[in-house]
């Protein structure tokens, strides 16, 4: 029997139209996002961090993005840049939760 997915290989999977994955390393992908608002219109482009530390899958602003500030709140970013996108929402990924974690990250990439 296979080992399960590691959860960066299903985030990759299922990655969303607005998402473009650039680049995989083994816990982490890089990501140029776009995602569409209630509106319809288009958010920012965002290039974002996606990575498995071990213990749950974090999104981030990548190193030398200047949109997003490295701490915010009220836009759903912890102190470190990660985006908040709820509690235990990165953990557990596998292929059936993954589309989902994306539909939580783009939420946040629309509000800010």
């Not at 990501?31 to 999104?59: F, H, I, K, P």
């Not at 836009?75 to 939760?97: E, P, Q, V, W, Y």
Request: charged residues 20%; glycine residues 10%; negative net charge.
């Amino acid at each position: 029997m296979a080992p399960p997915p590691q959860p960066i290989e299903s985030i990759t999977r299922a990655a969303p139209d607005w998402a473009d994955v650039t680049c995989v390393h083994v816990n982490e992908i890089m990501v140029d996002a776009v995602a569409v608002r209630s509106s319809g219109n288009l958010s920012r482009l965002y290039t974002l961090a996606v990575a498995y530390n071990g213990q749950e899958v974090l999104a981030r602003e990548r190193l030398g993005g200047k949109l997003l500030p490295d701490f915010c709140p009220e836009r759903h970013i912890n102190s470190g840049g990660s985006f908040c996108l709820g509690l235990n929402a990165g953990k557990g990924i596998d292929d059936a939760t993954a589309p989902g974690w994306w539909e939580t990250l783009s939420a946040r990439c629309r509000g800010c």
